[in-house]
Nanobody, 124 residues
Framework: QVQLVESGGGLVQAGGSLRLSCATSGRTFSSYAMAWFRQAPGKEREFVARINRSGDFTYYADSVKGRFTISRDNAKNTVYLQMNNLKPEDTAVYYC?????????????????WGQGTQVTVSS
């Protein structure tokens, strides 16, 4: 069993930055691909970014490409999401997720473990 705990959310003005962290339990962090999803009020949860096990392959939703960066530190069992040039439409609860599979996926049903989420609010 893997436990994921997000932190780093908050209120920021448009154009600002936040860095989310997701700390995981267990000694098998490097065996999981990791991803970030988000869910705005009244909307479905959507894919944001994914990073492979070694951290050398990443991909992003078009809406965040060039503004967000996903990274991981396997020694610290932590995955990060650096968010720059934030926009009001980025307002959502952000979730990290772990995938035991090897095929890249944007489908939330692929992911085996989820955190509780952290709120990000961007004011205009």
């Amino acid at each position: 069993q893997v436990q994921l705990v997000e932190s780093g959310g908050g209120l920021v003005q448009a154009g600002g930055s936040l860095r989310l962290s997701c700390a995981t339990s267990g000694r098998t962090f490097s065996s999981y691909a990791m991803a970030w999803f988000r869910q705005a009020p009244g909307k479905e949860r959507e894919f944001v970014a994914r990073i492979n096990r070694s951290g050398d392959f990443t991909y992003y939703a078009d809406s965040v490409k060039g503004r967000f960066t996903i990274s991981r530190d396997n020694a610290k069992n932590t995955v990060y999401l650096q968010m720059n040039n934030l926009k009001p439409e980025d307002t959502a609860v952000y979730y990290c997720a772990a995938d035991t599979g090897r095929l890249p996926s944007r489908n939330l049903r692929t992911y085996d473990y989820w955190g509780q989420g952290t709120q990000v609010t961007v004011s205009s």
